[in-house]
């Protein structure tokens, strides 16, 4: 058994096909599949199954998986190590984002980052919090910014910012809205456009209408920010969402972000990490930026919300 032999089970693993993992590595996939081979020989276990969609891990290979990815991390650790005495930073950061930030946000990040750790390499990728939240846990991101992620003992967690939801009408709504904003009462008889359930959003809003004891009237269910904001302005109803996805649309003056004074629905944005694990210098370093970077946030919903 030798790292590159681990290194290519992990690929076809975590990608689910010989011919995807041959393509992402740049070697021949009979090749590729002789190494496994012998790597299942050696530790006298299956570890793929193979099928016409690809591959699926067995037992012993969701078990060896783990192992390689802490593999992997050390390795990172001693080249990262290795490189500090140069007074570089290397290494490579998965970072997951939810939709709407990484529209805000990932441009701005991959700037910063490029022009702070020239040396080091980052992959973002888009996902709901809780895919995000499942990928963080098995290995397969470093860090991600999770809306209102569930407790786990397996995360890391800490704030890194919070804003109201509002309510997203179409421009030509005829809402009698109260001074201070709509009440719980008013926001029961609305017809919702609503992600479906376990999202983040849709379980604080189903949360905070019971502390009323209301059931949001949710007539359309959409995972898509994009859509839900095209629904809204085509009449098709109302979403209770972050200013600041307004700023997602190609005419945002098509809507109207209105307050909400009863329930408070505040959303929490925090950033999360394998508790597993220490953070190398280099994902520290990207806490700091993306610390550093926050603020455009605030500046995005403050700009939607007086528009």
């Known amino acids: 058994m ?15 096909s010989y011919t995807r993992a041959a393509d992402f590595l740049g070697v021949a996939q009979p090749l590729l599949s002789r190494q496994i081979r012998l790597l299942e020989t050696e530790l006298r276990h299956n570890l ?3 099928h016409g969609r690809g591959v699926s891990l067995t037992d012993s290979g969701r078990i060896l998986l783990d192992h390689c990815r802490i593999i992997q991390q050390q390795i990172d650790a001693i080249q990262e190590d290795l490189s500090a005495s140069t007074g570089k930073l290397t290494g490579h950061i998965t970072l997951g984002l939810p939709p709407t930030v990484a529209k805000l946000l990932s441009v701005d990040i991959i700037k910063a980052f490029r022009a702070q750790l020239p040396d080091a390499h980052i992959s973002i990728i888009e996902g709901l919090t809780s895919h995000l939240q499942e990928h963080l846990q098995q290995g397969k991101i470093d860090m991600a910014l999770l809306y209102n992620p569930a407790y786990s003992s397996h995360l890391d967690k800490q704030l890194f910012y ?13 809402l009698n809205i109260p001074a201070g904003g709509l009440n719980a009462a008013q926001l029961a008889e609305l017809p919702l ?7 983040s959003f849709r379980l604080l809003i189903e949360e905070e209408m019971a502390r009323h004891n209301l059931i949001p009237n949710i007539r359309l269910e959409i995972n898509s920010v994009e859509a839900m904001l095209k629904l809204v302005s085509d009449g098709m109803g109302y979403a209770i969402l972050s200013p600041c996805t307004t700023e997602l649309m190609r005419h945002p003056e098509s809507v109207e ?32 930026l993306l610390k550093d970077i926050t603020p455009l946030l605030e500046k995005a919903y403050n700009q939607a919300y007086t528009a």
Request: aromatic letters at 6%; proline letters at 7%; glycine letters at 2%.
């Open 2 to 16: 030798d790292l590159k032999q681990l290194k290519y089970f992990m690929h076809v693993a975590e990608l689910g």
């Open 48 to 50: 793929l199954n193979r």
């Open 162 to 174: 919070e804003e109201r939801l509002h309510l997203i009408a179409p421009k030509n709504h005829a």
């Open 193 to 199: 456009i609503a992600p479906s359930a376990p999202n």
């Open 257 to 288: 972000v209105i307050p909400i004074a009863s329930p408070v629905f505040t959303s929490q944005l925090f950033l999360a990490t394998s508790a597993k694990h220490t953070l190398s210098r280099t994902q520290r370093e990207l806490v700091r």
